[in-house]
């Protein structure tokens, strides 16, 4: 009976079977994990990779548009989202691809980058802030994997919310060491 609820989510509404129905609980919430959704998703990578690229799409996001950002008395129409201090946002939304293979490539250059400086370096702080800039991306990478085996396609781009911060702090940290870099030769 719960197989009716297939391609749906926990938030909808028009579901054959309420999702707190209480037969669900010896049905099916006793019996499927996290742990066995981990273990589904390593006997079947090819569904792993479609929900990591439909993760992939809605993960340059992070601001609820269908809300709204505005209160009632401020007197704009429901919905209405405020543009301020959304350039950054704006940006990684509009112009950033939205694709697996960008986030790969982005990542490879990232490491790539991080693990260069880290071998270059002698001095113990700085093997330290290449050992946190590679925590840091490990933290972005397994954000954006605990919402798929979590929650799967539901919300998706909300709960993706610290793979944005890891992201847009590794895109400052790849920045910042160019930039360094560039003024080091320029003198």
């Known amino acids: 009976m719960w197989w009716g609820l297939a391609g749906t989510n926990y938030f909808q509404t028009d579901t054959v079977?309420?999702?707190?129905?209480?037969?669900?609980?010896?049905?099916?919430?006793?019996?499927?994990?996290?742990?066995?959704?981990?273990?589904?998703?390593?006997?079947?990578?090819?569904?792993?990779?479609?929900?990591?690229?439909?993760?992939?799409?809605?993960s340059m996001s992070i601001r609820p548009y269908y809300l709204g950002s505005y209160e009632k008395s401020e007197g704009k129409p429901p919905g209405a989202v405020a543009g301020m201090y959304s350039g950054w946002s704006e940006l990684k939304n509009k112009h950033l691809p939205h694709s697996l293979g960008f986030l790969a490539v982005f990542y490879?250059?990232?490491?790539?980058?991080?693990?260069y400086q880290y071998f270059r370096t002698k001095e113990v702080a700085g093997r330290i802030a290449g050992e946190l800039m590679m925590l840091l991306g490990l933290i972005g990478l397994f954000s954006f994997l605990v919402p798929i085996l979590g929650d799967g396609r539901a919300d998706i781009g909300k709960h993706l919310f610290l793979f944005n911060v890891c992201f847009d702090m590794m895109a400052v940290a790849m920045l910042g060491w160019t930039l360094h870099k560039l003024t080091r030769l320029l003198k």
Do not use: C, W
């Not at 390593?42 to 479609?50: D, F, N, Q, T, V």
């Not at 490879?108 to 693990?115: E, F, Q, R, T």
């Open 17 to 58: 079977i309420k999702q707190d129905d209480p037969s669900l609980t010896p049905d099916f919430y006793d019996r499927v994990s996290h742990k066995d959704v981990l273990f589904f998703y390593m006997k079947h990578p090819g569904r792993l990779i479609e929900n990591m690229k439909y993760a992939a799409a809605n």
């Open 108 to 115: 490879l250059v990232y490491y790539a980058g991080v693990l």
